[in-house]
């Protein structure tokens, strides 16, 4: 998924210059926080104007050449501002925005897929290890999402979610979601496994939003998903090697996410009725 990108492009740099102490390697400063928290207003203030009509509410209409790639079957995802990520202090902000039509399913099947989380792993993995809902709330999620990469190091993320999903009508919904805890495992899978405190570690991933729009027109679903995404900063010394890598990563992993939802959804409309 998308924020897997993320753990890609930092345990990239992390393997050239060895493995840091995993506790104060790069600890989350309220700073870098803050700044991310004010990127994110600017972002949901964008997201609302969609959502409340002052602006077009697919993203691929925004652009026809765009829309027509996407209803050929193109995956379409790009960063949604700015040529690189945005430094914050002590920090880096990755955001991509992206786009696939899934033709002949509808809505409700698109929607069945995307709250079915506790299968998401059979098409997300083997990134995502496991995935399970922890409540629901009408259409209020909180979630459990274990995180995997393996490059030069392995690293392993427990994580918690607060997805909300809104319809608008009956060919719109839209929903949001948020991390609300984020913990680096140490020793996974071993007797010693335990968590470190949330802040602390490797800063692969400290926070992430995602806003996903749904709607059913021209005889399918159309499915975007804008990913938000608060990470270490990579030392100055190697970003001539490593912003190249933290470039392509997160747009690529957005891609994965958007070709595995249409590969969910299309299982999921394929099945007989019950």
Same mark, same amino acid.
């Given at each position: 998924?998308?924020?897997?990108?993320?753990?890609?492009?930092?345990?990239?740099?992390?393997?050239?210059?060895?493995?840091?102490?995993?506790?104060?390697?790069?600890?989350?400063?309220?700073?870098?926080?803050?700044?991310?928290?004010?990127?994110?207003?600017?972002?949901?203030?964008?997201?609302?104007?969609?959502?409340?009509?002052?602006?077009?509410?697919?993203?691929?209409?925004?652009?026809?050449? *765009?829309?027509?790639? $996407? =209803?050929?079957?193109?995956?379409?995802? @790009?960063?949604?501002?700015? #040529?690189?990520?945005?430094?914050?202090?002590?920090?880096?902000?990755?955001?991509?925005?992206?786009?696939?039509?899934?033709?002949?399913?509808?809505?409700?099947?698109?929607?069945?897929?995307?709250?079915?989380?506790?299968?998401?792993?059979?098409?997300?993995?083997?990134?995502?290890?496991?995935?399970?809902?922890?409540?629901?709330?009408?259409?209020?999620?909180?979630?459990?999402?274990?995180?995997?990469?393996?490059?030069?190091?392995?690293?392993?993320?427990?994580?918690?979610?607060?997805?909300?999903?809104?319809?608008?009508?009956?060919?719109?919904?839209?929903?949001?979601?948020?991390?609300? *805890?984020?913990?680096? $495992? =140490?020793?996974?899978?071993?007797?010693? @496994?335990?968590?470190?405190? #949330?802040?602390?570690?490797?800063?692969?991933?400290?926070?992430?939003?995602?806003?996903?729009?749904?709607?059913?027109?021209?005889?399918?679903?159309?499915?975007?998903?804008?990913?938000?995404?608060?990470?270490?900063?990579?030392?100055?010394?190697?970003?001539?090697?490593?912003?190249?890598?933290?470039?392509?990563?997160?747009?690529?992993?957005?891609?994965?996410?958007?070709?595995?939802?249409?590969?969910?959804?299309?299982?999921?409309?394929?099945?007989?009725?019950?």
């Amino acid at each position: 998924m998308i924020f897997l990108a993320v753990l890609a492009a930092t345990v990239s740099w992390m393997g050239l210059v060895g493995r840091p102490d995993p506790v104060s390697a790069a600890d989350l400063r309220p700073a870098t926080a803050a700044a991310f928290e004010r990127y994110i207003q600017g972002v949901q203030a964008r997201v609302d104007e969609r959502v409340t009509g002052h602006r077009n509410f697919l993203w691929v209409d925004d652009a026809p050449r *765009r829309r027509t790639r $996407v =209803q050929r079957g193109e995956i379409v995802a @790009e960063r949604a501002a700015g #040529a690189r990520p945005v430094d914050v202090p002590d920090g880096l902000v990755h955001d991509f925005i992206g786009a696939v039509f899934i033709p002949r399913v509808t809505l409700g099947q698109a929607l069945a897929f995307v709250q079915d989380y506790d299968r998401h792993r059979d098409f997300y993995g083997p990134e995502l290890v496991d995935s399970r809902i922890i409540s629901r709330d009408g259409e209020r999620f909180v979630l459990y999402m274990r995180l995997k990469k393996k490059k030069v190091i392995t690293v392993v993320l427990n994580t918690e979610h607060d997805a909300r999903f809104f319809p608008l009508d009956l060919t719109r919904w839209h929903s949001q979601s948020r991390t609300t *805890r984020i913990a680096e $495992v =140490q020793d996974p899978g071993t007797p010693d @496994e335990h968590e470190l405190p #949330a802040g602390t570690g490797y800063g692969l991933m400290w926070s992430l939003r995602t806003y996903w729009r749904f709607m059913e027109r021209d005889g399918g679903v159309y499915v975007e998903c804008q990913a938000v995404s608060l990470s270490r900063s990579i030392p100055w010394g190697l970003r001539w090697l490593i912003s190249p890598i933290v470039s392509s990563l997160p747009r690529d992993s957005l891609a994965n996410t958007l070709a595995a939802t249409r590969a969910g959804v299309r299982a999921r409309a394929s099945r007989p009725p019950r």
